[in-house]
């Protein structure tokens, strides 16, 4: 099981990977972000939209009945929430502030009890450990930014060091 001091450093290294992504990605214009290069959600700019679909989906639902619960937009997979890149930076960067809050508020129980939701993929109820699920929403983030980093490589942009152990402390 994870602890709520494992969920804040993911949400730190979450926050810091999204400020280098991003900041790499303004090396592209805008066009560029947008081309198809043949990843999963097509293009740099379409994959940056399906991680935050990612967080939004799964924070809304972790927070739903808390005082962090806000309103996220809702899309269906694979759907650009923002077409305007500085709209998206924008709601990347609030997003990831409440990532930050949210897992400042965690505790122990929290984590070990069972969380259900209803899964729009599966179209089915589904329950696990609530702690599998927060490891589940840190790793969503770091197997498509990491698909970013890819396709920001063939374009001869280096982010620079991602890895988590190198992040300032």
Not at 132 to 160: C, E, K, M, W, Y
């Amino acid at each position: 099981m994870i602890t709520p001091d494992y969920a804040q450093t993911m949400a730190r290294y979450n926050r810091w990977m999204n400020e280098r992504i991003y900041l790499a990605c303004e090396r592209l214009a805008d066009e560029e972000r947008k081309a198809d290069r043949g990843a999963f959600f097509r293009s740099i700019h379409s994959t940056l939209n399906h991680i935050l679909w990612g967080d939004y989906t799964w924070l809304g639902r972790f927070a739903h009945e808390t005082p962090l619960a806000k309103s996220y937009p809702k899309a269906a997979i694979g759907s650009d929430l923002f077409a305007d890149w500085e709209a998206l930076k924008e709601a990347r960067s609030s997003m990831d502030v409440d990532i930050l809050a949210w897992s400042a508020s965690l505790d122990p129980d929290w984590l070990a009890r069972d969380f259900g939701w209803y899964s729009g993929i599966t179209k089915s109820n589904r329950t696990c450990p609530a702690w599998l699920l927060v490891a589940h929403l840190f790793n969503h983030q770091a197997h498509h930014r990491g698909q970013v980093t890819t396709l920001l490589s063939q374009q001869g942009i280096d982010p620079g060091d991602t890895d988590l152990m190198l992040m300032p402390l």
